[in-house]
Each structure stands twice: as C-alpha cells, then as structure tokens.
C-alpha cells in the first residue's frame, strides 16, 4: 500500500475565546465556526461542557446550517452526578460548490449549562475548537 501525499493542503481553525451560556434546555449554541470552500474535508471538533443541575446530558454537533453531520454525547455516571463533559467528534465532509459554514454546538437537558474555553479544573486553553483539513 502506498500513502497519497496532500499537496497544497489547507486548513480552517476556530478556537472559542469566550464562554457561551446555554440559557435554554435542550437548545444547541455555537461556540466555534468556520467557513469552507469546495473539497473534501476531514473535520474534527472537541466541545468542553459544564452544567450546574443534577445529571445533566450533553450533546455536542457538527452542523452545516442545515444538518448534524457529527454527533456525539458522553457516557456520565449518574451516581456521581457529574458536571462535566468533554465531546470529540470528526468525520469527512464534501462540498460541491460555494462555500458552507460549519459550526461546532452542544446543548444541554436542563438550563444553566456553559460552553467553557478553559478546562474547568486546569484552566488550560483551547479545550473547545473546530478544525478542517482539505485533503482533496
């Protein structure tokens, strides 16, 4: 087997700055986006989620305006009640002509809930972004 090289590969990045409160049960919120052209793109995401209530759950996107084209919810421990939760998402996605936004979102079950840029214990930066590799 051999490797295909990408040869004038591009790139689109977008890290959340900021928090995004989720004022509203079971509505998504964008905390990142990027705009892409025509190409075949590997697009990979992590959105960082805290919450406030009792056994909270997440879900966390991929959305080009019109559909999800990547899911994802974590595994949380009821017994625990936890707070917290990291989503990773990736996938390939064509465009054929124009351009298309994508935007990585989460929502929450219940209100209160925080989009976070920051990990919530280390406060270490860039937990919540989206990223897109043209490769074709």
């Known amino acids: 087997?051999?490797?295909?090289?990408?040869?004038?590969?591009?790139?689109?990045?977008?890290?959340?700055?900021?928090?995004?409160?989720?004022t509203s049960a079971n509505t998504f919120y964008t905390s990142a986006s990027v705009v892409l052209g025509?190409?075949?793109?590997?697009?990979s995401g992590t959105v960082q989620c805290t919450g406030t209530g009792t056994q909270p759950q997440y879900t966390g996107r991929i959305y080009d305006g019109t559909?999800?084209?990547?899911?994802?919810?974590?595994?949380?421990?009821?017994?625990?009640?936890?707070?917290?939760?990291?989503?990773?998402?990736?996938?390939?996605?064509?465009?054929?002509?124009?351009?298309?936004?994508?935007?990585?979102?989460?929502?929450?079950?219940?209100?209160?809930?925080?989009?976070v840029y920051q990990t919530p214990v280390q406060s270490q930066a860039a937990c919540t972004q989206l990223n897109a590799v043209k490769i074709r």
């Open 1 to 22: 087997a051999s490797w295909a090289s990408i040869t004038k590969s591009s790139y689109a990045q977008s890290i959340a700055s900021s928090n995004v409160t989720m």
């Open 67 to 115: 559909t999800a084209i990547v899911s994802g919810e974590p595994t949380l421990s009821p017994s625990i009640g936890s707070r917290q939760a990291s989503i990773g998402m990736q996938t390939i996605y064509v465009i054929t002509s124009g351009t298309k936004t994508i935007e990585l979102q989460a929502a929450l079950n219940q209100t209160g809930g925080t989009i």
């Open 38 to 43: 025509v190409g075949t793109w590997v697009i």
